[in-house]
């Protein structure tokens, strides 16, 4: 279930092995705009958040609200580059 990836997640040591897991899960599962935004918002990083979310989108089936994952980053720079990356990709 989606809680226990949050659980997963939450109890890896490092952001490394917290992004191992994501990805895993994500990969394996479609998952909604919201749910990748809880993930994201998971890591501690902005290059791990911009990275996971990346990975996420493809993934993603509601990708016309993935405009929420925007609201889990701190820099402009780390939206910019995902809507870069979403643009790039059709």
Not at 26 to 34: E, H, R
Not at 35 to 59: C, H, I, P
Request: aromatic share 18%.
């Amino acid at each position: 279930s989606f809680f226990m990836l949050k659980q997963s997640i939450m109890n890896a040591t490092f952001e490394s092995g917290k992004l191992k897991i994501a990805k895993q899960a994500v990969s394996m599962n479609t998952v909604s705009s919201q749910q990748v935004f809880e993930l994201v918002q998971l890591f501690t990083f902005e290059s791990t958040k911009l990275e996971f979310a990346k990975f996420a989108y493809s993934r993603t089936f509601d990708k016309g609200n993935y405009f929420v994952v925007n609201n889990a980053f701190t820099f402009n720079s780390s939206i910019n580059a995902l809507n870069d990356y979403i643009d790039s990709a059709f």
